[in-house]
């Protein structure tokens, strides 16, 4: 917080956030720590606010080095050193990027460039295993429990108790099944020394370039951590400010600056726990007397629970008869929930070295569909599909699931990979199933190899499946987005 705005004639102002008072003077800010303890940060003692006014310059320098100007002591009438403030240049509050994003203008270019700054960032960040830490699952649960924890002792976050609840089972049960991705990355040397708290309103648009400041300096381990969570917290706060497109825009242009393939969902998590720590602070100002706080903490804690819903990695088994509409069914929930789709009919054709289309049309269990090759194609699907999961992709499997004992098994991946199930029939008449089987043969141009014969086997050989949704489609009728929102839930966008 250095700005002002330029049509303000005020040569000083005051203006106090829950940790400091700033001052601003002429072309100049004096930034005040309170002496408070607030758990997560300890400023009572002169000597621990000096040390935290020196840190704050020292790493804010990194991405605004002709802003921070440096550490003014305070003398008191016994001309003894009795307080430090943090010496900054003064940035007109109009340039802010939250300004303008509210205001509506266009700042597609600005986002750019700060994805590239924070891409660089990132870059130049120094390797240790105690930043690696704080990117493991074990320890983003333990950030999760300490800010749901805290928010629990507050006024707000007794008001929000359904919520809260709601948030940690969803939460933990992303973490819970994403381990095994957050260690490739940290592998890969995604573990950062980032910004820790990039606020839109934080970054001034200047002609020069943006000038990002005001990053985290009172505990390494919250700067620490995944790059992606540091990208995320701007993510989120543009999706506050209602600048969704900005939000979208600011992703993709960090994922290729940075050369990051992070999945959806993982994304979205990482908004989820910024928003959260944003719904701590706001709660922490309420606390403290602050009234208008209450409702923006309550709305950063809906915005934590949208964002974790769109995050839930989901295996969504497709099955039925053949020529159900299947693989129709099984495309649309896949572009709905933007998942993985995996065809058991392109995947056992795969197994051979055959083409999709490729015809290998063969007695009933026999060729390709013998018992061993079904047993080896469904068993590739789900190793297949185990592995997206768990590397926080939704998947959608395509294939007939006739008796229950396959089910289970794909219920088994989901359950170890803590996935949300979502399992659907596709029925329709026999008799339309004959013809649309029939006049797909004709054609020669789909993966299936189903004949009227296989048909007549499925019927005899299928268990029930009082699990599933069922989707009729002897009329032609497809779910449309209304059902696959509400059966699937949202997608990720």
Not at 48 to 73: F, K
């Amino acid at each position: 917080m250095t700005g002002t705005d330029r049509s303000e004639p005020a040569y000083a102002a005051i203006r106090e956030t829950h940790t400091s008072v700033v001052f601003f003077v002429g072309g100049r800010v004096h930034k005040l720590k309170k002496p408070l303890d607030l758990g997560f940060l300890d400023n009572r003692t002169r000597q621990a606010r000096e040390r935290a006014c020196h840190r704050e310059v020292e790493l804010n320098r990194r991405l605004a080095p002709d802003v921070y100007l440096g550490v003014a002591d305070v003398h008191g009438p016994d001309g003894q050193v009795c307080e430090h403030l943090v010496e900054m240049r003064r940035l007109p509050d109009d340039r802010r990027l939250a300004a303008l994003v509210q205001r509506g203008e266009p700042v597609a270019g600005v986002v750019t460039a700060v994805a590239r700054q924070v891409a660089a960032l990132h870059a130049a960040s120094p390797r240790d295993p105690a930043i690696d830490r704080c990117a493991t699952a074990q320890f983003l649960d333990g950030l999760w429990r300490e800010s749901l924890d805290h928010l629990d002792r507050l006024p707000v976050g007794a008001e929000a108790g359904d919520a809260l609840t709601a948030i940690r089972d969803m939460a933990g049960r992303y973490l819970a099944g994403r381990g095994r991705v957050l260690d490739e990355r940290i592998a890969a040397g995604r573990a950062v020394d980032g910004h820790g708290d990039l606020l839109a309103d934080d970054i001034f648009c200047l002609d020069d370039g943006p000038r990002i400041i005001d990053c985290l300096e009172f505990d390494d381990r919250l700067r620490y951590g995944d790059a992606a969570l540091d990208i995320a917290f701007l993510a989120m706060d543009l999706e506050r400010l209602g600048g969704e497109a900005a939000a979208r825009q600011l992703l993709p242009a960090y994922a290729e600056f940075s050369a990051d393939a992070f999945p959806p969902s993982l994304m979205h998590h990482y908004i989820a726990y910024r928003a959260v720590v944003r719904a701590k602070v706001a709660a922490l100002r309420h606390e403290q007397g602050d009234e208008h706080s209450r409702a923006g903490a309550l709305a950063f804690l809906d915005q934590t629970r949208r964002n974790l819903d769109r995050g839930r990695v989901r295996l969504v088994v497709v099955g039925g008869l053949s020529a159900t509409g299947k693989t129709t069914v099984a495309h649309l929930a896949g572009q709905h929930l933007g998942a993985t789709v995996l065809r058991s009919d392109v995947v056992r054709k795969e197994l051979a070295g055959l083409a999709p289309t490729a015809d290998a049309t063969a007695a009933v269990g026999a060729g390709l569909y013998s018992a061993a090759h079904t047993d080896e194609t469904y068993g590739e699907v789900l190793r297949r599909a185990a592995v997206a999961l768990t590397h926080g992709e939704s998947v959608v499997l395509d294939a007939t699931w006739l008796t229950e004992a396959r089910r289970a098994a794909a219920r088994a991946v989901a359950a170890a990979a803590t996935a949300d199930l979502v399992e659907i029939e596709c029925r329709a008449d026999p008799a339309v199933l004959v013809r649309r089987i029939v006049a797909r043969r004709e054609r020669g141009d789909d993966a299936s190899d189903a004949t009227p014969a296989v048909l007549d086997e499925q019927l005899h050989v299928r268990d029930e499946w009082p699990t599933a949704r069922v989707v009729d489609t002897s009329a032609g009728a497809l779910p449309d987005a209304a059902w696959l929102e509400r059966e699937l839930g949202p997608g990720p966008w």
